[in-house]
């Protein structure tokens, strides 16, 4: 497995709130994230800091799991962990009060993957020309499309899509979402911001993903150019991780 990942501030902003990691475990296990931060001066940059650093930490402890179900519960651990870190910030320093950030991550071997997050960062995987979001945003529009209040369509333009109804900080307690994902030679996997999914079609993601000849490397690229050409008024962070069944490549890094 191969990880690339590129982080841009965008045409708008003046900092970069998003963080990323991603890289191989002791135990083997690949690892991707992608924090995006929100809050008052420098506060964003601070959680989703913040939030990287306490789950790389928390990472670098971890031990096979005997099943998937204990995997799911180690890893909400560690989030709600990275949680209490970044809530416990915010309450001691004024000038953090309120900050917080979503988070994505994956942790994939051989065979199967987990997924968790909070926010509306997202995962996507492609396999064999099917492109899949893993994960549901937790925001305030994808309540009312769920509820019929609104249609994609609605949703997709609603002046307050960015309203999130969950983050990492925010509260002393939070819920986590973890799903578990099988993972074969081929896939690729897409970790991203909104500054991405928000502003590209996910039918351009995948024929990112799929171009022919193309390597990871060049398709990260891609992918930040599409959001800077569709206004770029966000920052933008993309991770990839390819299985093409060759010899394991490290790759990733820290954005």
């Given at each position: 497995m191969k990880t690339?990942?590129?982080?841009?501030?965008?045409?708008v902003r003046q900092i970069n709130e998003d963080q990323a990691w991603s890289g191989r475990l002791p135990s083997g296990l690949m690892v991707a994230i992608v924090a995006d931060g929100m809050?008052?001066?420098r506060a964003g940059d601070v959680a989703s800091s913040l939030a990287v650093d306490s789950l790389v930490q928390s990472l670098k402890a971890w031990e096979e799991t005997t099943s998937a179900k204990e995997g799911a519960s180690?890893?909400?651990?560690?989030?709600?962990?990275?949680?209490?870190?970044?809530?416990?910030?915010a309450s001691l320093n004024e000038q953090y009060h309120?900050?917080?950030?979503?988070?994505?991550?994956?942790?994939l071997d051989g065979s199967t993957g987990l997924i968790g997050y909070i926010g509306d960062s997202r995962a996507y995987r492609l396999r064999n020309g099917q492109f899949e979001q893993l994960t549901e945003d937790h925001t305030l529009v994808n309540e009312l499309t769920?509820?019929?209040?609104?249609?994609?369509?609605?949703?997709a333009r609603h002046p307050r899509r960015n309203v999130l109804t969950r983050a990492l900080g925010t509260d002393r307690e939070v819920?986590?979402?973890?799903?578990?994902?099988?993972?074969?030679v081929g896939d690729t996997l897409l970790l991203c911001s909104d500054g991405l999914s928000g502003l590209v079609d996910t039918s351009l993601l995948q024929s990112t993903l799929e171009e022919e000849g193309a390597?990871?490397?060049?398709?990260?690229q891609k992918l930040v150019d599409l959001a800077l050409a569709a206004g770029g008024d966000d920052n933008v962070?993309?991770?990839?991780?390819?299985d093409d069944g060759g010899a394991y490549a490290a790759g990733g890094g820290t954005a």
């Open positions: 690339v990942l590129r982080s841009h501030v965008g045409k809050g008052g001066h180690k890893l909400r651990d560690i989030i709600r962990k990275a949680n209490a870190v970044v809530y416990e910030t309120n900050m917080g950030t979503t988070v994505v991550m994956a942790l769920k509820s019929g209040q609104l249609s994609p369509e609605e949703a819920e986590v979402d973890v799903v578990v994902i099988d993972w074969q390597i990871l490397e060049q398709q990260a962070t993309v991770v990839l991780v390819s």
